[in-house]
């Protein structure tokens, strides 16, 4: 599919996040949902293989249930023209960033 993005935003459905994309084809709009989005952040640190194995240990609780990375990886990525090694964090919901 083409077309001009509109606007995105994260929805739940039935407690499951959901990507919500809406886009203008031609004249009109369409609304695309994607269930399969992996939400994710990333750490930067001196040693990523150790702060992956460190993260993917870590624990919380919020809101009365129990938080942790869905899981970890040690990555390459460029900010700023410079390539950095950093640790992506999976989540299992956008609402765990908070508490990990």
Same mark, same amino acid.
């Given at each position: 599919?083409?077309?001009?993005?509109?606007?995105?935003?994260?929805?739940?459905?039935?407690?499951?996040?959901?990507?919500?994309?809406?886009?203008?084809?031609?004249?009109?709009?369409?609304?695309?949902?994607?269930?399969?989005?992996?939400?994710?952040?990333?750490?930067?640190?001196?040693?990523?293989?150790?702060?992956?194995?460190?993260?993917?240990?870590?624990?919380?609780?919020?809101?009365? %249930?129990?938080? &942790?990375? !869905?899981? /970890?990886? #040690? +990555? *390459? %990525?460029?900010? &700023?023209? !410079?390539? /950095?090694? #950093? +640790? *992506?964090?999976?989540?299992?919901?956008?609402?765990?960033?908070?508490?990990?």
């Amino acid at each position: 599919m083409r077309g001009i993005l509109l606007d995105v935003e994260i929805a739940e459905e039935e407690e499951h996040p959901v990507v919500r994309l809406v886009l203008k084809d031609g004249s009109r709009k369409v609304m695309v949902l994607d269930h399969a989005f992996s939400h994710y952040f990333y750490a930067l640190g001196e040693d990523p293989e150790k702060l992956s194995e460190l993260i993917s240990g870590v624990e919380a609780e919020y809101r009365e %249930r129990k938080v &942790r990375p !869905k899981a /970890v990886e #040690a +990555v *390459r %990525r460029t900010i &700023r023209g !410079k390539e /950095v090694r #950093a +640790v *992506r964090i999976f989540l299992s919901h956008p609402r765990d960033m908070q508490p990990l």
